[in-house]
């Protein structure tokens, strides 16, 4: 079995070494950090991870600025935050500028372990289509299968894994109405903790990066009170690859 590498960044010793010891037990590879300095400095001297989990406060560089920075430097690795509950704001930002996910303190160790295997699943999910298919087609957008990257117009698309995997799932689903809570476990997994806020807000970051004008989208439609559909602005085309007509 590949090895699951995973950033633990928590100024907290208590909270820090909670983390760490229920990760390993799972069967993770921790590397911990107690400030955002250290955890930018591993990368920087070449430490690389599948998943990092991040305090929101910390003194120094915080875990909104870790998030900025690993997120510039990767758009693979899955970012989930550590927030209070006084810290819903921080929360959408953080999601806006490119975290999968936040898990709010205090937390059971179940929570945070299915969190971050449902993270850590779908890379895995994704390297087995990858084994079948090649690539899918809809209207200006190609998404490569195989390095899990979506180009538009042959212009490759700035997206997080999340990103990545709800338009996959989108443009599987082409003309489809898909409501919240299917996006929520089709993507967050199953018995997702979360509410639905993660989804909206994730549309939202999609719509401005593939929509001409996100207020008026013609790709990912809404569907009041439902939820939302890969639209006629983009019908599916071609959606097998050439090895699998």
Not at 79 to 103: H, P, R, T
Not at 156 to 162: A, F, S
């Amino acid at each position: 079995m590949d090895e699951k590498r995973i950033l633990v960044c928590e100024d907290e010793d208590a909270i820090r070494e909670f983390v760490v010891i229920h990760l390993k037990r799972s069967g993770y590879d921790v590397y911990d950090a107690d400030s955002g300095e250290k955890a930018i400095e591993a990368w920087k001297n070449g430490m690389r991870f599948d998943i990092a989990l991040l305090d929101i406060m910390m003194p120094g560089i915080d875990g909104t600025q870790v998030c900025r920075f690993l997120r510039s430097e990767s758009s693979t690795i899955g970012i989930i935050m550590l927030s209070a509950k006084s810290q819903e704001m921080d929360k959408v930002n953080c999601l806006m500028m490119g975290a999968d996910d936040y898990v709010t303190k205090p937390f059971s160790p179940s929570e945070l372990i299915a969190r971050v295997d449902a993270i850590y699943r779908r890379v895995s999910v994704s390297r087995l289509a990858a084994d079948n298919e090649s690539e899918l087609v809809s209207g200006p957008f190609r998404v490569d299968l195989r390095s899990r990257r979506i180009t538009k117009d042959g212009e490759p698309l700035d997206i997080t894994q999340v990103e990545y995997h709800i338009l996959e799932y989108f443009i599987r689903n082409a003309g489809n109405a898909v409501d919240r809570r299917t996006l929520l476990n089709k993507i967050w997994g199953e018995g997702y903790y979360g509410d639905d806020k993660i989804v909206d807000v994730n549309i939202r970051r999609i719509r401005m990066k593939i929509e001409e004008d996100p207020s008026n989208p013609k790709y990912i439609q809404t569907v009041w009170g439902f939820g939302y559909k890969w639209g006629a602005g983009a019908r599916a085309d071609g959606e097998r690859s050439a090895a699998n007509p």
